[in-house]
């Protein structure tokens, strides 16, 4: 029987060598980076990521509640021109965890259908949720990372691959608590967004935009490519 031709993981693992890849299609820019392969569709490494994130998903939720059960301070939205809205505390911390425990529920619900399993049991407290859902996602994850229909979508923000949702929801939650890896702050602007919110964090191959709103990804030769281009740009401003 012939071996599956391998592919490349969808993970954040790829991220560098997928934008190399775009680079090379478009402007033909060699390169030599070489991919991690799936095993058979994520690889070692975030197959392991996944199952540590989903493990601690239940503590860091817990210290979610703490926020919002403490109040986190009160503050206002709205933007520059608009009337200011004043902001109830501890909503914050409340519209995360809904968002966390609600995309545990989901994805449960999601993989019993597809396995034809029982209903998952509802009416429990939210911290029983957690826990029953984070039980089931672990027995049940070495199945969804190879077979679940959206396993090899890429990793993104609206992602429908089961590791990349995980990975979100522990993102988002190690950012609220500031529990984030030690992060290099580097102060130029983002392309995208042209603002001051790109770092890059400890192991990291690439340099990311923390603007929720962009999500870029840059590769260090990119990174040092656009840095270059700002200060040509501004010895041009000056030279005027």
Known sequence: ??????????????????????????????????????KPVHCLGCT???????GELPELVAAIWLEALNGTP??????????????WPGQAARLLTDHIVG??????????????????????????DVTAATRFLT????????HH??????????????????????????RFTSRDRRLEHRRVPCPRCELLTLFRAD??????CRNINCGLLLTPLEFDEHTRALASECRGIRAA
Do not use: F
């Open 1 to 38: 029987m012939p071996h599956p031709i391998p592919t490349p993981c969808p993970g954040r693992c790829n991220a560098a060598w997928r934008k190399a890849e775009q680079q090379l299609a478009l402007q033909g820019t060699e390169h030599h980076l070489t991919p991690q392969w799936g």
């Open 48 to 54: 392991d990521r996944a199952q540590v994130q989903l």
């Open 74 to 87: 009160t503050k206002t939205t709205g933007t520059i021109g608009r009337v200011s809205t004043p902001v």
């Open 103 to 128: 995309g545990m529920r989901d994805l449960e619900d999601d993989i019993r259908s597809l396995r034809d399993l029982n209903a998952r049991r509802t009416g429990r407290r939210e911290g029983a």
């Open 139 to 146: 027995a049940h994850l070495p199945w969804a990372l190879e």
């Open 149 to 174: 229909p959206l396993a090899g979508e890429l990793y993104d923000r609206l992602s429908g691959n089961p590791a990349s949702q995980i990975s979100e929801w522990h993102r988002a939650a190690e």
């Open 203 to 208: 192991g990291d191959d690439y340099i990311e």
